[in-house]
């Protein structure tokens, strides 16, 4: 072998180390990111399904939406409590931040009384657990970490409770007239 080609194979070799070094890294980094993401994405679903719940045990006029928000306040204020510990566990900090999305939401829902509210709210939490249903099956499934995994698992089927018990209410709530 030419000293050419042994500087093209050493150059070569090196250079696939460093890929895979750098893959390995890079994949190392992305993996508790996923899971900390998971973390603060549920975190802060929880916050703002409490805080809607208290807007909604103000502004409802169903008796079922005032016994759901009960419900999504004290279910979802448990599952904030745990999401909280087991990120302190996985030395994850979270954001308490509120996005614009969700504070022009509450700002809307703060004005709305009666029917309109509950057609509103119970909408948005059908929509809500849903979503959430699919971020926990999805951490459930794909997650890396052992205990961000199982604790998602365990929350799936009472986020499919939800939507259930939201859409029966939605069905009660009367519909507006037109003329």
Not at 6 to 29: E, H
Request: aromatic fraction near 8%; proline fraction near 2%.
């Amino acid at each position: 072998m030419t000293w050419k080609k042994k500087i093209i194979c050493i150059a070569l070799a090196s250079l696939c180390l460093g890929i895979g070094i750098t893959f390995a890294q890079t994949n190392g980094m992305q993996e508790p990111f996923r899971d900390r993401q998971f973390l603060q994405n549920a975190t802060i679903s929880s916050a703002w399904k409490i805080t809607l719940g208290e807007i909604a045990l103000r502004q409802a006029a169903s008796k079922d939406i005032k016994e759901f928000s009960k419900i999504m306040m004290a279910d979802q204020g448990q599952i904030y409590r745990d999401l909280k510990r087991l990120a302190k566990r996985k030395e994850a900090t979270l954001s308490e931040d509120i996005d614009p999305v969700h504070r022009n939401t509450i700002a809307f829902l703060s004005q709305e009384y009666g029917a309109a509210f509950d057609r509103n709210y119970i909408s948005l939490m059908i929509d809500e657990h849903q979503r959430d249903a699919v971020l926990y099956r999805e951490e459930s499934e794909k997650g890396l970490d052992a205990d961000v995994r199982a604790f998602a698992g365990s929350i799936v089927r009472k986020l499919e409770e939800y939507v259930g018990m939201a859409k029966k209410i939605l069905l009660d709530i009367p519909k507006p007239m037109l003329k």
